[in-house]
């Protein structure tokens, strides 16, 4: 069985400044990742995903995202913030056996201050 | 209509009332999934459909009843929930079943038991 651990339920932080929002998760076999995001009153939308090969991965807007083996991580990061930014960031992994199942981390909420 | 919308977004029922819950997707996958977002929890995942066949129940009570007519519809009939129901319920889709596949999902239905 697969789990995901979201440390921070909340991350506030000032308008340009940097952000990393973390991830770690536990399975006894190979895992896909996932981030999706939530905007308010919306549902979720992928934000970017790590199947194979590099193990950074980055969106189109500007977030990025390392998977660390070793430490069974896959931190998300931007150098600099926007207001827009605001949104609920989820944290994601599905087995790379045969399960199609999304096991979902309980969510970081980051909060863009000006 | 693009992508996958959901009707209706706000719902407040009695425990004695039956409801239903509808889901639509405008993106021709052939995956459905149904979720229940509580404050403060990981995504639950409540049903699957796979070319309209249901392929997963995890355990969720008899209270709750999905529909799916055809691939781009899906259903949540409801009747004699609880208050501890009240949640945000969400519908994704995605174009295959597989571990690999992004999920795409709607708004959300905010449900209030009273």
């Known amino acids: 069985a697969q789990s995901v651990t979201q440390l921070d339920s909340q991350v506030p932080v000032f308008e340009e400044a940097p952000v990393e929002l973390r991830c770690n998760y536990s399975?006894?076999?190979?895992?896909?990742l996932f981030w999706y995001v939530q905007y308010p009153n919306q549902g979720l939308q992928l934000l970017l995903k790590y199947l194979s090969g590099s193990t950074l991965v980055e969106s189109i807007n500007g977030f990025e995202a390392e998977f660390n083996k070793s430490q069974t991580s896959f931190h998300l990061r931007k150098p600099s913030v926007h207001i827009s930014d605001t949104a609920e960031y989820f944290c994601a992994v599905s087995a790379m056996d045969s399960s199609y199942k999304l096991i979902f981390g309980s969510g970081t909420r980051l909060l863009v201050r000006p | 209509e693009t992508g996958v919308t959901q009707t209706p977004r706000h719902l407040v029922m009695g425990m004695t009332n039956k409801k239903s819950l509808k889901c639509e997707q405008h993106l021709g996958h052939n995956a459905m999934y149904w979720y229940k977002q509580s404050a403060k929890k990981p995504l639950e995942l409540m049903f699957v459909y796979s070319l309209e066949e249901r392929v997963e129940n995890n355990s969720v009570p008899s209270r709750f009843s999905p529909e799916c007519p055809n691939s781009s519809h899906l259903f949540l009939h409801l009747h004699t929930l609880q208050p501890e129901d009240s949640a945000l319920y969400l519908c994704?889709?995605?174009?295959?079943?597989?571990?690999?596949?992004?999920?795409?999902f709607g708004p959300g239905t905010r449900l209030l038991v009273l």
């Open positions: 399975s006894s076999v190979s895992v896909y």
């Open positions: 994704a889709s995605s174009q295959a079943l597989g571990r690999q596949e992004t999920q795409y």
